[in-house]
């Protein structure tokens, strides 16, 4: 049985580890502080986002059967589980009883191979390792593979992930360069866009044969019922569009009243979580796709008990891990070592590990509360602005939610180790007798005294824990209240001539006003985009494909002039085909401020289109791109579903390495038609 | 004539007191008066960080019967001690007729030394003079709890002849953290090493702080790992003239 602190030894010993949380931890914090100069006014908004959290979780029985019912009205199929067990109960349920599926001869064939087991495709979701899904489920003979890049490494070890954004932050590029060449058979390569390739091999055939697609859900938006979802690499789309059954499975906190609420949120998530002003794909589903069945499990799992306990605020988190990556507990520790008394990961890793894992689980994880100075740098990251520190305090007070069976261990001073309970009681007598404490001052300086008779320093042996790595100073022979005779102050007041001269910080430069084109390509390119200004779009993109040699395309009907198309000799389909090369498909809108673009489901698939080709061309009227995320949403309202796309798909999982080309296109080429400009 | 009342600190007042007779000289020189209160004793901070709310109840409440009939604004060198007089007071007495108005009542009165300065006196220039290289640490709980910087700085900007260097990573905690620094002694000697090695990297010879418990656990180190490097309370610049 290890301890809580014998873990953190043995990560503060782990050489490889500390290389890598070092790495996490700095450019994190160092992409966060750039995304955030894109919004001087964020301090306002997280503010504002607190507010909508708070009248969110206060309202949630209102605002969820708001949701629930829009959801049905859409055609969702919803579930409500108020553990683990009946997530898992309800899971199995929706495997046994699977539509018949149009299969394909090459699929039928894949599937005989892997001999008829159902085949799982699962995008992240912390609320389905809260659960242990993929255990639950492998028990019942269902194969589940985890799709984002490094949520697939950590299955691939037989790990739990060590950070909610990134789950292998705890590993470097060898580690993960022999786990590939064991397991995957590849030879031993250290190039991360080599591994990230290998995984997008590997993870397309299990989108194109799985059964079912599973996904976690960033926000449910209550008024439209959408189900907001976003990935950097594309396996959130993949999984959420291709198989024929998507079940999304969500914590049932995760609710934001409406669309204005929702690009609130999503102008702070992404900057906090991976320092992006939005991820490459930000989806929005609405409805299910043709032909496509959804469920939505709602989980509590504790989170009622959470909410009605004095920790409730810690349900206002938007999961960014903007904490984990402040924290310098998690920096020394990464998500492995948050263990319970039970020797168990928790779920939850970080300071809103340490207030929820024993909000939701109990005692078990009280311990971790401890781990703390207190510093606030959590409370200084939070996007919703949590005071994570209260938070903390009050599970050490033993306000966490007192689950049945553990009522009695629950007390102040929870997960505090006996002797140094006894020592702060102790003080605490000392404290409330004035001229007891003064008496234990001269005791302490004598004691000092003949400790260190030579020394200003007391060297305490490392058991006593200060002594661990540090001196202590000598009790003062005449404390502060000894020397303390009080004067009387006869000289005048001299603060008048003195300068008063704090500059009050100015707001940031408000900015060149950029042409809308001109920021809107000025984002892409930043991102690693292209965009090409065109007025005459068919011709120019003819031209590209053939510098491509690229004769065959997935084509958005009236998206481009077919005859030319014809013409030229390039071949088009409106049916996905996951051979296709390019895809070219229409845009609702781009968005100035990110150098994003609205793909919406409709006829000729372009979902599919902008995401299974390696290239996705995405036609863009000048007049069309608007300034900014909230002025699109009104676009996105009465789609079946709908993705924002911001450059290609990227991930930056294997040493926070950024790559391109995940489960999306590696390549986005956005032709801006402004012809209608004059 | 101003009177303040003077909240020392127990860490100030058994192992550092010459950092509240340079707080009671810079007021002296500022025309102000300092009160004393002898019955006072520690904040009961150490308590409420590790949970234990019934013993920090009790100390609060012994501080607030010190404090609530003595005049003056209550000045503390000590970010953290004015952090918890401002917001744990209030967590602690939450929906305690009796004593949460009492609490609200001290809570308003309290400044840390240097937020009392410039902002209450709109002192920034002391008269100060310092021969050399100074770095800042802005304490955790001065820093964020009640988000006082620009203060500090500014008046560290208005000692005559020092030279004020910025500590990388400042903002970064030392690893005190009170109880933490005992209950996990692994975890604060870590941050402690990173602090240490980001004073070395400044060559400053002399560290600024705003929190004798900061000051004593960098200082702790600096002595364990035989380094040169003093560490200061600001009231002790901003005495020396």
């Given amino acids: 049985m290890v301890t809580f602190r014998q873990r953190i030894v043995e990560s503060i010993n782990n050489e490889n580890l500390q290389i890598a949380l070092d790495n996490n931890t700095e450019r994190r914090l160092k992409g966060r502080a750039a995304a955030f100069e894109s919004i001087p006014d964020w301090r306002t908004r997280r503010k504002r986002a607190h507010a909508v959290r708070a009248d969110v979780i206060e309202h949630l029985d209102e605002y969820l059967a708001q949701f629930i019912a829009k959801n049905e009205e859409n055609g969702v199929i919803v579930h409500r589980a108020k553990d683990a067990a009946e997530a898992i109960e309800i899971f199995l349920k929706i495997a046994k009883n699977l539509p018949q599926r149009k299969q394909e001869e090459s699929l039928v064939s894949l599937r005989e191979l892997r001999g008829k087991k159902i085949l799982i495709a699962k995008s992240k979701s912390m609320a389905s390792e809260e659960i242990a899904l993929n255990h639950a489920l492998e028990k019942e003979n269902i194969e589940v593979i985890e799709t984002d890049l490094g949520e697939y490494i950590v299955q691939l070890r037989h790990e739990r992930p060590s950070h909610i954004i990134t789950p292998a932050a705890h590993l470097r590029k060898e580690q993960v360069a022999e786990l590939f060449h064991e397991k995957l058979g590849i030879p031993y390569t250290t190039d991360i866009p080599t591994l990230t390739a290998t995984a997008r091999k590997v993870l397309r055939e299990v989108f194109l044969t799985a059964d079912i697609g599973f996904s976690g859900v960033n926000f449910g938006v209550a008024d439209t019922g959408s189900l907001c979802i976003i990935t950097n690499e594309g396996n959130g789309r993949m999984v959420s569009t291709i198989p024929p059954v998507h079940i999304a499975l969500m914590g049932m906190e995760r609710i934001v009243p409406n669309l204005d609420d929702l690009a609130l949120m999503l102008s702070l998530l992404p900057r906090s979580a991976t320092g992006q002003k939005l991820t490459v794909y930000t989806q929005i589903l609405n409805k299910p796709l043709d032909g496509q069945t959804r469920h939505l499990i709602i989980l509590d799992n504790g989170r009622t008990r959470l909410r009605n306990s004095p920790l409730k605020e810690s349900l206002y988190c938007i999961r960014c891990g903007a904490c984990l990556n402040a924290c310098p507990v998690f920096r020394e520790l990464s998500g492995h070592a948050y263990i319970g008394k039970d020797n168990s990961i928790a779920p939850y890793p970080g300071p809103i590990g340490s207030v929820i894992s024993p909000g939701l689980f109990g005692e078990n994880y009280v311990q971790l509360a401890q781990a703390s100075s207190l510093c606030g740098a959590c409370k200084d990251a939070c996007p919703v602005d949590i005071d994570l520190p209260k938070l903390l305090t009050r599970v050490r007070a033993g306000q966490s939610p007192v689950i049945s069976d553990q009522l009695s261990v629950n007390s102040e001073g929870a997960g505090l180790t006996a002797s140094t309970k006894i020592a702060l009681q102790i003080y605490t007598r000392v404290a409330t007798h004035p001229r007891l404490f003064s008496a234990a001052q001269k005791f302490a300086a004598l004691g000092s005294f003949l400790l260190a008779p030579s020394s200003k320093w007391i060297r305490l042996p490392a058991f006593t824990g200060w002594g661990y790595s540090k001196d202590l100073p000598k009790f003062a022979g005449k404390t502060f209240r000894d020397r303390y005779v009080k004067k009387i102050v006869e000289s005048e007041r001299f603060a008048s001539r003195l300068r008063r001269d704090i500059e009050t910080p100015t707001s940031g430069d408000v900015g060149v006003h950029l042409d809308k084109v001109e920021q809107f390509t000025q984002e892409l390119i930043a991102l690693g985009g292209h965009v090409y200004q065109t007025k005459n779009v068919t011709k120019d993109v003819i031209e590209f494909l053939k510098s491509r040699n690229i004769n065959k395309i997935h084509l958005e009907p009236h998206t481009l002039d077919e005859s030319l198309l014809k013409e030229a000799n390039i071949e088009f389909t409106h049916e996905p085909d996951d051979q296709i090369i390019a895809g070219v498909t229409n845009t609702r809108c781009g968005l100035a401020d990110t150098g994003s673009v609205l793909v919406a489901d409709g006829e000729g698939n372009p979902l599919r289109g902008s995401l299974l080709p390696e290239i996705h061309i995405a036609i863009l009227r000048a007049e069309n791109i608007l300034p900014s995320l909230p002025n699109a949403l009104d676009l996105v309202k009465d789609q079946r579903a709908a993705v924002f796309i911001t450059g290609p798909s990227r991930t930056a999982d294997i040493e926070m390495t950024l790559t391109i080309g995940v489960h999306g296109p590696k390549e986005i080429h956005v032709f801006v038609d402004d012809s209608n400009l004059g | ?241």
């Fill in chain 2, 1 to 241: 004539m101003t009177t303040i009342q003077l909240f020392v600190t127990c860490l100030v007042d058994s192992f550092f007191p010459e950092t509240g007779e340079a707080l009671v000289n810079i007021f002296q020189r500022l025309g102000i008066d300092v009160d004393f209160a002898r019955e006072q004793t520690c904040c009961g901070q150490p308590q409420f960080n590790a949970g234990l709310r019934k013993d920090a109840r009790a100390i609060a409440e012994h501080t607030i019967k010190v404090f609530e009939n003595a005049a003056g604004d209550i000045v503390t060198p000590s970010g953290s001690c004015a952090h918890h007089f401002r917001h744990n007071f209030l967590e602690l007495f939450e929906g305690d007729s009796v004593w949460l108005p009492r609490a609200k009542a001290i809570s308003a009165r309290t400044y840390e030394f240097t937020e009392y300065l410039v902002d209450k006196l709109g002192v920034t220039d002391l008269g100060a003079k310092w021969d050399g290289m100074l770095t800042y640490h802005p304490s955790c709980h001065t820093l964020r709890g009640i988000n006082v910087d620009k203060q500090p700085r500014a008046l560290l900007q208005n000692v005559h002849g020092a030279t004020l260097v910025e500590l990388p990573h400042a903002e970064e905690c030392c690893g005190f953290g009170g109880v933490m620094s005992v209950e996990h002694p692994e975890l604060s000697a870590e941050w402690l090493k990173r602090k240490i090695s980001n004073l070395e990297s400044t060559q400053s010879p002399t560290l600024v702080v705003t929190d004798a418990g900061c000051l004593m656990h960098i200082a702790g180190g600096l002595n364990r790992q035989k380094k040169n490097q003093r560490v200061l309370h600001i009231a002790e610049i901003l005495n020396h003239v």
